[in-house]
């Protein structure tokens, strides 16, 4: 990538998104001439592909398209993504939903917000944030989801379970140092704790959150679970780290 005028790479993992994928595309370059897109997708059945190799064909350069040979999930979508954006020279990356429920018109805020930050984060529970079209039960397992990480983990961040957000690709080549398992919502907050851990700056931006245009939601009780399992065992990880660095301080 040899092109100093393009800000960044937005990444869009796909599995069954026929039904939006080439909407969500033309939204995106409706609203951003200065970035490129990968689509990372998982061999949908549903010919997703085919929709995104047109798009590739028609604007090439711009869009990518990295094929998987099956289903392995969001976050290992996103490694392999935040790989390519490095291999590939591009200053910073923007993860996006394929469905609708991200507005592509809010990615140029999320660039800018990389000035003077490691991480922006669009999110729903800051002052001019919200959710629309959603369930009063999905509101709730989101808010609570949100409430439980920032106890247990520290935070500050209202939104850590956001995947409508920016990295600077310096801080993501440190991110990638660990070994990435986790998936869904904890994968954002997976990544969002090392940013803090590093030292990186985290900043957020308000953003509303559509309910998805088409197709089925690919949230599961186990990515709820894994979830409170991971975090769980993260918030511990650091409470022992702390009281270990703590005594080193006394010594």
């Known amino acids: 990538m040899n092109e100093p005028n393009v800000r960044g790479l937005v990444i869009m993992p796909t599995y069954n998104e026929c039904e939006t994928v080439a909407q969500a595309i033309d939204r995106l370059f409706a609203t951003s001439d200065d970035v490129h897109l990968l689509v990372v997708d998982d061999h949908s059945p549903d010919g997703t592909g085919d929709i995104v190799r047109a798009s590739v ?20 979508a996103y490694v392999d993504g935040f790989r390519w954006a490095i291999e590939h020279g591009y200053p910073a990356v923007v993860e996006m939903d394929a469905d609708g429920s991200h507005d592509p018109a809010v990615v140029p805020s999320l660039l800018d917000a990389l000035e003077s930050a490691d991480l922006s984060i669009g999110s729903r529970y800051v002052s001019g944030g919200g959710v629309r079209n959603w369930s009063r039960g999905r509101q709730l397992l989101s808010a609570a989801g949100n409430w439980y990480a920032r106890i247990l983990l520290g935070f500050h961040v209202r939104d850590s379970t956001s995947g409508f957000r920016s990295y600077r690709v310096e801080m993501i080549g440190h991110l990638l140092a660990g070994t990435i398992r986790s998936e869904g919502y904890a994968f954002q907050v997976e990544m969002t704790r090392r940013v803090r851990n590093y030292g990186g700056i985290i900043v957020e931006i308000p953003i509303t959150f559509e309910e998805r245009e088409a197709g089925r939601s690919k949230m599961s009780r186990r990515i709820v679970l894994e979830a409170i399992f991971s975090i769980a065992a993260w918030g511990l990880k650091d409470r022992v780290l702390n009281r270990s660095k703590r005594a080193r301080l006394r010594a």
């Open 57 to 76: 064909a028609d604007h090439p350069g711009t869009i990518h398209l990295l094929e998987r040979r099956d289903k392995r999930g969001l976050g290992s």
